[in-house]
């Protein structure tokens, strides 16, 4: 079993309602336990989740955010559920002469401490099926998963497929019933992508059927969720068929009104569902300042959507380096909610010396080759980083907008660069199943390293990325690299991490980057691939040389973190999701 050996998940809550009481003062909302309360709490739906500690493993940064939220309510008592789908198959990949093979494992919720509480059921047109609804309470928080051997694994079919859409439904109708079931109310839904709409339909009919006129119960619903974009593009989203309806959905449906209103929102006879989930979710949020200014949707008829930002954020306590983060308690960079100080935040910023990021640094670097003793390259072999060696580090999907293979379109000045800086350079991600392009693509990139001695002895692939390669890789490296074509990253986190570990960030002007302007970081800039390329590796040596002289380190660590600590700090992005929300 590859779980466990980090200490991923292991943080402290606050331990008083006292201490509660004086976060919600914190962020100004001092009536906010009259709102939230354990038996109406917070409700967050996600397809994806991304905590292997707990047993779920997701696919990218969708997922990841999903447990950061889970951990910061967690850590800061707020009242919350996840429901989610708890996988009974996930998906790895392992190297073989330098292709990517996928594999599946089997996962028993068992296996994770969730425990079983009941069955519901949902209808297709000719038959019933029956979900296992398990629950895990993590302090305030708790998972709530609906599971059954058919099930499947994260994204299994085609996007538009009738088993995305069984298992939407019953995440959305099976949900909403778990939820039921364990006696809770939702206080607010949050709607985390449009794979979860069926959650909101599954409200909306439970107050209709009980009695309460169907345009009442639409302003209330309306009124009470939210629905949280990370896509860009309403186009690219997949398609349902009104057959496929009334196949899965409607079955499930005991209005005839709410039906009818579904019904009312097909083309064609196809439905996106970004179409009925903006008319059922008042509140809508993308997640950037970028993202939410040029998110392109459009309602029924027509109208441009409107999105607040809630520019995402990450679990602190889980991301970064525990001695960092000991620090920046002791030193008056954050306060003990996660936040960045209130009185003196940018004086304790500055004076964080050389030295101490150099230390910090290094505690980090052991913390990753420690990981890396049971993790291999493409050649199955295991690595090491040497102590004094400095590292760039890339990891993320390996989808072709981030664009994984940029550093390699000149394949001598990247080993120049290395070899001049004793630097290495490692590489992590996954190619989505059935992606053939981007299959090709790593592929193409692994036989050059192969055929390049220098590249060979200083690039390291890793397959089968997962949160321990995320956390490992932004703990040890010196300067992490992010590269999405301008305009089409929502947020990104990876960066998060590197930046909030005292890491040079190495990026184009993109998703949550572009928050704050991009003299706060070694921007990439250019008109076309060829010259973000040449400035790319210009950063490159530059960050080489920053980390070899005192000063420059401290204007370039001061900087990012003076602009982005806030940014990415997880509680912040829960404050800005309660203020939105109450
Ligand atoms: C942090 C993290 C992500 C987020 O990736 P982005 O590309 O930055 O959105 C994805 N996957 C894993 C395993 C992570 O740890």
Redesign the pocket.
């Known amino acids: 079993m590859e779980h466990n050996h980090t200490n991923l998940g292991v943080y402290h809550p606050l331990d008083s309602v006292e201490e509660v009481e004086e976060f919600y003062q914190a962020i100004r909302r001092e009536r906010l336990t009259h709102k939230l309360s354990p038996n109406r709490p917070y409700c967050y739906w996600t397809i994806e989740t991304?905590d292997k500690s707990n047993g779920i493993r997701?696919?990218?940064?969708?997922?990841?955010?999903a447990a950061d939220m889970r951990r910061v309510a967690e850590q800061l008592q707020v009242p919350f559920v996840l429901v989610t789908p708890f996988y009974p198959w996930e998906s790895h990949q392992k190297m073989q002469n330098m292709e990517q093979i996928d594999y599946h494992e089997a996962r028993d919720y068992k296996d994770y401490g969730f425990n079983f509480v009941d069955t519901v059921t949902i209808k297709t047109a000719d038959s019933t099926v029956a979900l296992d609804v398990v629950e895990k309470q993590l302090g305030s928080s708790r998972f709530l998963c609906i599971t059954e051997p058919n099930f499947g694994e994260l994204y299994s079919g085609e996007s538009g497929s009738d088993h995305r859409l069984y298992q939407e439904v019953s995440l959305g109708f099976g949900g909403y019933q778990a939820l039921k079931l364990v006696g809770l109310r939702p206080a607010v839904i949050q709607l985390n992508e449009v794979a979860t709409f069926f959650a909101a339909v599954a409200r909306l009919d439970e107050l209709v059927s009980s009695g309460m006129d169907f345009y009442e119960a639409v302003v209330y619903t309306r009124k009470h969720t939210l629905y949280t974009n990370h896509t860009l593009v309403q186009a690219a989203e997949a398609t349902f068929h009104y057959n496929q309806f009334i196949k899965y959905v409607f079955p499930n449906i005991k209005s005839v009104a709410v039906k009818r209103w579904l019904s009312d929102k097909f083309t064609d006879g196809t439905i996106r569902l970004s179409t009925p989930t903006v008319e059922i979710a008042e509140l809508r949020s993308g997640v950037s300042k970028l993202h939410a200014r040029v998110a392109n949707y459009h309602d029924i008829n027509g109208t441009k959507i409107k999105f607040k930002s809630v520019t995402?954020g990450?679990h602190m306590r889980t991301?970064v380096l525990p001695e960092i983060m000991q620090f920046y308690r002791d030193h008056g960079v954050l306060d003990r909610f996660d936040l960045p100080t209130t009185r003196n935040f940018e004086e304790s910023v500055d004076a964080i010396t050389a030295a101490q990021i150099r230390e910090l640094k290094s505690i980090g670097r052991k913390r990753l080759n420690s990981i890396l003793e049971h993790r291999t390259d493409q050649y199955g072999n295991q690595i090491h980083i040497p102590e004094d060696a400095f590292l760039f580090d890339f990891?993320?999907?390996f989808v072709d907008y981030?664009r994984p293979t940029l550093p390699f379109n000149d394949p001598e000045r990247l080993a120049k660069i290395l070899q001049d800086h004793n630097a290495h350079y490692i590489l992590a991600g996954r190619v989505h199943m059935g992606d053939s392009n981007m299959f090709g693509k790593l592929m193409n990139t692994l036989h050059l390293i192969d055929q390049h001695p220098a590249l060979k002895e200083r690039v390291h692939y890793l397959p089968d990325?997962?949160?321990?390669?995320?956390?490992g890789l932004?703990l040890g490296a010196n300067s992490s690299i992010?590269t999405?074509i301008v305009g089409l990253?929502?947020?990104?986190?990876?960066?998060?991490?590197d930046v909030a570990n005292m890491g040079l960030l190495i990026s184009t002007h993109d998703?949550g980057v572009a928050d704050r302007a991009a003299d706060n970081y070694l921007t990439i800039e250019g008109k076309n691939e060829a010259q973000e390329t040449e400035n790319l590796y210009k950063q490159m040596e530059f960050a080489a040389n920053v980390w070899n002289n005192d000063s420059d380190l401290e204007y370039w660590i001061h900087k990012e973190l003076k602009a982005y600590l806030d940014v990415c700090s997880g509680s912040r992005m829960m404050r800005d999701y309660l203020n939105y929300l109450f």
Request: glycine share 22%.
């Open positions: 991304y997701g696919g990218g940064g969708l997922g990841v955010l995402n990450v991301w990891k993320r999907r981030k990325y997962d949160e321990e390669l995320g956390l932004s992010n999405p990253e929502a947020c990104g986190t990876s960066w998060m991490k998703g």
